[in-house]
């Protein structure tokens, strides 16, 4: 007989006191199981967005990945081919570099599946915990978050261990746990199909919709942090979008755009993107002295990203997250993108005038493309506390969403827009030249490329957009200058082994196909 389902000791709402573990949340409080109650039910509330930014509580040792969300998107940035760095004992991250985080008892796909299905155990807890029925306008919110990060944690999933939703809807993607499995139904949870796991997806984003625009007059939220109508309304895009529903993606993006405005080029044309209080911000993680993984000193996303922090992985162990040349080749000089990167001379435009980060670069010798897109904390190469904010959701994501789904309606209204878009904000001499809607689409995977380059899309764009990966002729090292082609089987993570030894309902014949590694 199979030992206790992994997930379900990490997300049933029952199996709490099985883990033997405390829930602490990002204050430093510790509530023990034995004394949640619907009094502490904020503090809960609040905790569950220490599963998106906490850092070491994924697995029992000190792995120095193990530093949420951002980490996540760092590994599958680093399963690309725009986001470059070498393969050495410093990089944490050399498993996504080499593709050896598809084996099933890999560090990558454990954090995968086990990060996230806490953000799903904590959401689940919080929806179990209060009447669905309510009149409560706080309580109606908590559960419009709890459901928000639900589904953004399933959308995670899905888009790991299966193929993107359009074509694949009968194909088996993860098992379902929501705050009505009960434990013999978790212990034989088989995989649900995509189709279920996006109507989960989608039912919970609905509702928290509603639920948002019934309170929204009498429940003020707390910070960018915080999930919001906004945040629901941006992840039904990113659903929709990848449902190929274009009109409903467009009007969610829409929603969204009418609260936030992109980084003017004044804004862009130096190290940013580091404060969840920007007006193009809205959705971030906010870290400060006391948060979990800015005390580790190193195990966090400046360390491991931004190369202007004085102490961090990038600096101190020259781990440098760099452009693939062939796309900065692309890039135009006159765009202010342009100077997200150094260039072949460990240059940049978008540092003059600063001299500190001027000399701080020479100093450090970071290398050529190189990223200066993010700023260090407090705008200070002095600064030794990584700080940093990060984004998980920005208006200019949404802006590129919906001219994307204008495409699919109107390609000369779509040309327009993303002409009026990238000329206003980020270079003033861009044309589009395409003359079909196939040209245009790459034009605006071109953009979402640069525009939110290191912040956690590329992967997912590649699967959803059925690209290859294509590392040819690059600064990737010798041994990584490969190509994937779209669909194969490597793309994909594999189930846990510990979930199929203690899931009766997934077998290894469930799992997906063990698949070589890429060669040159």
């Known amino acids: 007989m199979k030992i206790q389902n992994t997930i379900l000791s990490l997300c049933l709402l029952g199996a ?182 996006y109507k989960l997806i989608m039912d919970d984003l609905d509702d928290a919709v509603s639920k948002f625009e019934k309170t929204a007059s009498s429940v003020i939220r707390r910070d960018k942090m915080t999930v919001n109508a906004d945040v629901a309304h941006g992840l039904r895009a990113r659903a929709r979008l990848l449902m190929h529903d274009y009109s409903g993606a467009q009007a969610d993006a829409e929603e969204v755009l009418a609260n936030y405005t992109p980084y003017t080029r004044a804004e862009a044309s130096v190290p940013n993107f580091i404060n969840a209080n920007d007006h193009n911000c809205v959705w971030g993680l906010i870290y400060n002295e006391h948060s979990a993984s800015v005390m580790t000193g190193i195990i966090n996303w400046p360390s491991m990203l931004c190369s202007l922090v004085s102490n961090g992985y990038t600096t101190g162990g020259s781990v440098y997250r760099c452009i693939n040349t062939n796309l900065f080749n692309q890039i135009s000089p006159s765009d202010v993108r342009y100077g997200w990167w150094l260039d072949a001379n460990s240059y940049s435009p978008n540092l003059e005038g600063n001299e500190d980060y001027l000399q701080f670069v020479s100093e450090k010798k970071v290398e050529p493309f190189a990223t200066v897109k993010f700023a260090p904390a407090d705008y200070s190469v002095a600064s030794v506390n990584n700080t940093q904010d990060f984004p998980m959701m920005r208006a200019e994501e949404m802006e590129l969403i919906r001219i994307e789904c204008i495409a699919h309606e109107s390609l000369s209204s779509a040309k327009q827009a993303l002409h009026e878009f990238v000329t206003r904000y980020r270079d003033e001499s861009f044309e589009s030249y395409s003359q079909t809607l196939e040209d245009f689409l790459d034009e605006v995977w071109f953009q979402r490329r640069i525009e939110l380059w290191g912040e956690g899309f590329a992967f997912f764009d590649i699967m959803r957009l059925h690209k290859d990966i294509d590392r040819r002729n690059s600064n990737f090292g010798t041994d990584y200058q490969w190509v994937i082609k779209a669909d194969s089987p490597i793309l994909l993570f594999r189930i846990p082994q510990d979930e199929i030894r203690a899931n009766q309902a997934i077998s290894d014949q469930d799992n997906n196909p063990e698949a070589s590694l890429p060669t040159i």
């Not at 609040?46 to 949420?68: C, I, P, R």
């Not at 599958?76 to 598809?102: C, E, I, K, Q, W």
């Open 16 to 197: 709490f006191a099985s883990c033997d573990k405390l829930n602490t949340v990002p204050e430093g409080d510790i509530v023990v199981e034995g004394q949640i109650t619907e009094e502490n039910l904020d503090v809960q509330v609040v905790g569950m967005y220490d599963e998106l930014a906490g850092a070491l509580n994924t697995f029992a040792s000190s792995d120095h990945t193990d530093y949420g969300i951002p980490s996540m998107y760092l590994r599958l940035d680093s399963d690309g081919m725009d986001l470059v760095a070498p393969n050495t004992g410093y990089n944490h991250f050399n498993s996504s570099l080499t593709y050896t985080d598809r084996i099933y008892t890999s560090t990558g796909t454990l954090f995968i599946w086990y990060r996230n299905y806490k953000i799903i155990r904590a959401a689940n807890y919080i929806i179990g915990k209060i009447d669905p029925n309510t009149t409560d306008a706080l309580q109606q919110s908590y559960i419009a978050e709890a459901k928000s990060l639900r589904a953004f944690a399933y959308m995670n999933l899905a888009q790991c261990y299966q193929f993107t939703y359009f074509g694949n809807e009968d194909k088996p993607c993860v098992p379902i746990l929501t705050e009505k499995t009960s434990l013999n139904d978790g212990n034989n949870n088989p995989r649900q199909t995509v189709a279920a796991v």
